[in-house]
């Protein structure tokens, strides 16, 4: 059986794969409907006229409710693990699981309000999935380093400290970057005075988005071993 199937595993496998074919297919529609330049656009931008709008919005959509799952079961296993020999507090638990809900929430905003025809919105929901998705792998990081080695290797915990790291330092210019812009648009001129802030903040929302895609591919094995029961209880007369 391949390890994606086995346990829960399935869904981080799904989560990974489904984000990254709606990144590449808004990103291979837009290139090809020449809406965006095909040189570092925005994520979003890939995601702003039709027909790619539609196929962004609902892929993104899904995603997000993909991620909600996944983070909702490694809380559940964080938890049980707790129960059996402590790691951390419950309450750093709860509160990764509460950050990336609302990052989870902020991909919604994103894929339901378009960057130029509710640019405030979009941005905001932006700047939740993106803020609060790293903070997220950081704590989740050291929730790893505390559960090593009865629940995690060491070299799992490396590697995901390592994109934590990464999406840490990526994200601050791209935040930096963005907010120097003027003007919100889809074509851009390297001779502008704002092209060198748009290609900086690009690749680092590029950077930022793939590190969340590979973090939760080191999920997989963790899941592989977690099993989801459905109990339903009628009570009274039917």
Partial sequence: MPCFLKGMAFVP????????????????????????????????DTGTTPPESGIFGFMINFSAFLGAA????????????????????????LMSLVLGLVGCIGMGIVANFQELAVPVVHDGGALLAFVCGVMYTLLQSIISYKSCPQWNSLSTCHVRMAISAVSCAAVIPMIACASLISITKLEWNPKEKDYVYHIVSAICEWIVAFGFIFYFLTFIHDFQNVTLRISTEINGDV
């Fill in 13 to 44: 496998f799904l989560l990974v794969t489904w984000s990254s074919a709606a990144f590449v297919i808004s990103y291979v529609v837009a290139v090809l409907s020449r809406h965006v330049n095909p040189f570092l656009p925005y994520i979003s």
């Fill in 70 to 93: 996944t983070m909702y079961t490694r809380y559940k296993i964080v938890e049980k693990q707790n129960q059996t020999s402590y790691i951390s507090t419950p309450v750093f638990n």
